[in-house]
Structures are given as C-alpha cells and as structure tokens.
C-alpha cells in the first residue's frame, strides 16, 4: 500500500558529494515526520537526519554542517544533501517515513522504510 524508493547512492571519492532522494507512494493521508538512517558493515543502524512536516530537523553530530535534509511535503519527498564526504559515511542509506495510510475507511499510522541505498567513500 505504502513505498518508499530510494535513489542517488554511488561512489565518490574524499571531500565530494552526492544528494539522496525518497519518494513515498501510495494511500498515504499524511506524513509526520521523514528521515534518513545509515548502517555500516558490523554497526547498527543510526538516525543521519529527520525532518518533520513542519521542516524542523534533527542531524547527528557526526554530519552537522555537512548534510542538510529537506522535504517536499507536496510531492511526498525528503532529500539528503551530502557534501564533504569522509570514508566513515560509508554505508548503506536507508529512508525512514512515520505517516497515516488509509485502507478503505479506515486510517491506520505505521513507520516505512526504504531498501536503503549505497554509498561508498573511497579514493
């Protein structure tokens, strides 16, 4: 009923780029808040960056001031700017969506989540 669809991973090298984007399909009524969460081989999973229908955002402190995260509330959207990349944000990406769904009458709430997304930060 609900997807979510990751694009934009890749390879870059050192001090580089690359700008996440995840769009939300599908009966959705509403959508609270949207994030972005990554995990590295042997880590957990780790909040990067969420930002509310409202657009008030959380970053972790290990990319504040390199990723910004922005919404387009119409198009049911949230991007990951990410900008003076490091080998450490190597990982697997993964769009988070908290939202209200409808299946006939009826409103239900859930938590989505993309099928993450690579990005490698090699030289």
């Known amino acids: 009923q609900v997807q979510l669809v990751e694009s934009g991973g890749g390879l870059v090298q050192p001090g580089g780029s690359l700008r996440l984007s995840c769009a939300a399909s599908?009966?959705?009524?509403?959508?609270?808040?949207m994030g972005w969460y990554r995990q590295a081989p042997g880590k957990q999973r780790e909040l990067v960056a969420a930002?509310?229908?409202?657009?008030?955002?959380n970053y972790a402190d290990s990319v504040k001031g390199r990723f910004t995260i922005s919404r387009d509330n119409a198009k049911n959207t949230v991007y990951l700017q990410m900008n003076s990349l490091k080998p450490e944000d190597t990982a697997v990406y993964y769009c988070?969506?908290?939202?209200?769904?409808?299946?006939?009458?009826?409103?239900?709430?859930?938590?989505?989540w993309g099928q993450g997304t690579q990005v490698t930060v090699s030289s």
């Open positions: 988070h969506a908290h939202l209200v769904y409808y299946s006939g009458s009826s409103y239900y709430q859930d938590d989505y």
């Open positions: 599908g009966s959705i009524f509403s959508i609270s808040a």
């Open positions: 930002i509310t229908s409202g657009g008030s955002t």
